[in-house]
C-alpha cells in the first residue's frame, strides 16, 4: 500500500527524477499480514521497460527488521536495514526519468517477508544479486505497479 502512489496508476512527478522535473523523493509505503516466520524484509524499485538488456534498479533495501512495515515519504537513503546502490551508482532512491521515445515504463515497487535475518550478500552488491538471493528465501511478496511516460 502507499499513500502517494496507486497501483497501475501515474506515478506523480515528485516520484520522477530530478533531470525530468521530479524531486527523486521516494513514495511512502507500507505493508501487513507478513507470514509466520518472517524474519525480514527486502523492498526495490525496479523499471523492467527501461531500454536496456537487464531494466533499471531505482531502489534496494535488505535487512529490513521484521518489526517495520512502512518507510515514509522520502525516507529512502536513511530507511533501517541495507540500502544498495541504485543504477546510478548512488545508494538510496533515483526517481523515474523514461527517456523519451521509450513508451510506458512500469516501476515496480516490492517487498518481499523473507525467512532469514540476513542475507548472504555484502553493501556493495547489486540490486540483480538482492533480486537472486531473495528469491531463495521469499515467503510472500507484495507488488504495486506505477507508470510513467515522458512521450
Given at each position: 500500500?502507499s499513500n ?13 527524477d530530478?533531470?525530468f ?7 511512502q ?8 516466520g518472517?524474519?525480514?524484509f ?5 523499471d523492467?521497460d527501461?531500454?536496456t ?10 535487512d529490513v527488521?521484521?518489526?517495520v512495515?512502512?518507510?515514509a515519504?522520502?525516507?529512502a ?11 546510478t551508482?548512488?545508494?538510496?532512491y ?9 513508451g ?5 515497487f516490492?517487498?518481499d517477508?523473507?525467512?532469514v ?5 555484502t ?13 531463495f528465501?521469499?515467503?510472500?511478496r507484495?507488488i ?8
Amino acid at each position: 500500500m502507499s499513500n502517494d502512489i496507486a497501483d497501475g496508476e501515474a506515478l506523480p512527478r515528485t516520484h520522477w527524477d530530478e533531470s525530468f522535473g521530479g524531486s527523486d523523493t521516494s513514495p511512502q509505503l507500507s505493508w501487513s499480514g507478513a507470514p509466520e516466520g518472517t524474519r525480514s524484509f527486502a523492498v526495490s524499485c525496479f523499471d523492467p521497460d527501461a531500454p536496456t538488456a537487464a531494466g533499471f534498479w531505482h531502489w534496494a533495501v535488505y535487512d529490513v527488521p521484521a518489526d517495520v512495515t512502512s518507510f515514509a515519504t522520502g525516507e529512502a537513503g536513511s530507511t533501517p536495514g541495507i540500502t544498495l546502490r541504485n543504477e546510478t551508482g548512488v545508494p538510496g532512491y533515483i526517481g523515474a526519468g523514461p527517456p523519451p521515445g521509450t513508451g510506458v515504463h512500469r516501476y515496480f515497487f516490492v517487498v518481499d517477508a523473507l525467512d532469514v535475518e540476513h542475507l548472504d550478500i555484502t553493501p556493495d552488491a547489486t540490486p540483480s544479486i538482492l533480486g537472486f538471493q531473495r528469491h531463495f528465501h521469499s515467503l510472500a511478496r507484495g507488488i504495486l505497479v506505477a507508470t510513467a511516460t515522458s512521450d
